[in-house]
Each structure stands twice: as C-alpha cells, then as structure tokens.
C-alpha cells in the first residue's frame, strides 16, 4: 500500500472550515483513500473514503487532486468536538489474504474557541 | 450498546504476568483485529482473523497470542506481561463490504505493565 504524509498538527478556528492535507504521492490506480480520525484515546472512527471523484458525506468532504497523488479533507463549520488526530490511509481496492489498514501517527487537528 | 465492547477498559499488572484482554461485537461481522497504540507510532496491527478457523498474525505480533472463541469474541494474551507492552489496545471489526475495508474499533483498553 502507499506511504502517506501528513502534517502533524494543524490549528482551526471553531466555525471555520478546517482543510486537511494529505500526500500520497505513490498512489497506484486501484488504491483508495480513507479518512479516519480518532478522538483522544477513543478507538478511531471512520470518516470518508473516495477513488478520484471528490466525495461528501454528512461528516465532510474529500477533494482528491486529478492526479490523485493528493487530497484533502474538509470539514466545513469545525466545531470543539471534531478535535482530533485525523488518519489518510491508502489501500488496494479489494480484499487479500492479510489485508488491513495501516494507521500511520496522522495530523493532530485543534479547534479553537 | 455499543457495537464492540472491550474488558477490562483499564489494567495495571506485573512483569511476569499473564493477561487476558477480551472483545465481542454484535455487529455480525467475521472479521476481528487488535491493534495496539503508543504515543507517536499510530496504530500498529497485532493479529487479525477473518472468521473462526482464520488467524494471522499482523507486523508486531510478538509476545502475543489470541483465540477466537466464536464469531463474536476476539481475545488477546500477553504470555508473560512485559512493560514495553504497556498502551492502549484496541480492538476492531470490519465490513465485509466487498473491496472496502471500513473497521469498526472498541473503547480500547488502557494496559499497563509495572
């Protein structure tokens, strides 16, 4: 599976969109991109998954580049609760035997009052 | 109720020791996983099975074991209880939608080795 990079921390101001970078610039054809995030000490929480089209769900927005070799997650009005460390993870489209999601240490997002 | 359930939720024990960690789910789903976390490494991939008679291990799988009992429970053994085994652990379940990957985690478990 592709490596991904992600900032470690970002800052948002509560109400404002927060937009979460993430490369993957190894990315092959079939591989996905997930989104996961996980609040503190609490087991993660599955947020958005998307090929190449841009995706939106009632939680946020995924806008992948057309080259796919990036993306970014969006949460439009961030508010206190969406403080948390946010996974990008990239997989293989379809199920082998032995595989799973590797969660790498993500972007620690703070949102701001 | 929640849908994955983990026991104990917090554990303190002694070097030597031998510990359980235990998980059910009544989510339906086949397959289980445990991970563990520590500050600054993410989440690391301990064993996985995927339906009963299915058991593999994952990248960090020394000085653990587990039993799957049933379709439903996933338990986790520390043979002999070590302090860099302490973290939080987690366990997971997966949607069998075909091609996806969308786990499914529990409370966690806070362990810690003395």
């Known amino acids: 599976d592709a490596k991904t990079t992600q900032p470690t921390s970002m800052d948002c101001a509560e109400g404002r969109a927060a937009n979460l970078p993430c490369n993957h610039s190894t990315i092959s054809g079939n591989e996905y991109v997930y989104w996961y995030r996980q609040i503190h000490s609490q087991g993660p929480q599955y947020i958005i998954h998307g090929l190449k089209n841009n995706e939106t769900n009632e939680m946020a927005s995924l806008i992948i580049t057309e080259d796919r070799k990036s993306s970014t997650l969006i949460l439009p009005h961030a508010t206190l609760r969406d403080t948390a460390v946010y996974y990008c993870i990239v997989r293989v489209f379809w199920e082998t035997s032995g595989s799973r999601l590797t969660f790498g240490e993500g972007t620690q997002l703070t949102v701001n009052p | 109720d929640a849908d994955v359930t983990q026991t104990p939720r917090n554990r303190i024990t002694k070097t030597g020791k031998r510990i359980m960690l235990e998980c059910s789910q009544t989510?339906?789903?086949?397959?289980m996983y445990w991970y563990r976390q520590d500050p600054g490494l993410g989440l690391r991939l301990i064993y996985y099975s995927f339906d009963v008679k299915d058991i593999n291990k994952g990248e960090i799988s020394d000085g653990y074991s587990v039993s799957r009992q049933a379709q439903a429970k996933f338990s986790l053994s520390l043979e002999s209880a070590i302090p860099n085994q302490t973290a939080l652990y987690f366990c997971?379940?997966?949607?069998?939608?075909?091609?996806?990957?969308?786990?499914?985690f529990g409370p966690g478990t806070r362990l810690t080795v003395l």
């Open positions: 989510k339906g789903h086949d397959r």
């Open positions: 997971a379940t997966s949607d069998p939608i075909p091609g996806h990957f969308f786990l499914f």
